[in-house]
């Protein structure tokens, strides 16, 4: 059974940082992401990174404050935010690929993610 489970969350003062990690079970996938979703909006793609050659995605808004890794030994991805601005709160959800094509078919459980001003 495919399982992504997240952990790191927390509350931050803005400028500060955190460090959410995701380690999947029951398969490796083809990539890896991270969503993120605010109170009254859409889920939006944080950041992505493909399993074998480790080629990385960013959105614009987190484009040089956030970095996407991971530990292919461990199967875990990992996602360090820096310089979190409030704007950046919101559920973050760990998404995983094995239908290929950056489809996210499996998701974990989300973690909350809280900037304070």
Do not use: H
Not at 37 to 46: D, L, S, T, W
Not at 56 to 64: E, L, P, Q, V
């Amino acid at each position: 059974q495919v399982q992504l489970v997240e952990s790191g969350g927390g509350l931050v003062q803005a400028g500060g940082s955190l460090r959410l990690s995701c380690t999947a079970s029951g398969r490796t996938f083809s990539s890896m992401g991270w969503f993120r979703q605010a109170p009254g909006k859409e889920r939006e793609f944080v950041a992505g990174i493909s399993w074998s050659i480790g080629s990385t995605y960013y959105a614009d808004s987190t484009k040089g404050r956030y970095t996407i890794s991971r530990d292919s030994a461990e199967n875990t991805v990992y996602l360090q935010m820096n310089g979190l601005k409030p704007e950046d709160t919101g559920v973050y959800y760990c998404a995983a690929s094995n239908v290929g094509n950056w489809v996210f078919d499996y998701w974990g459980q989300g973690t909350q993610v809280t900037v304070s001003s």
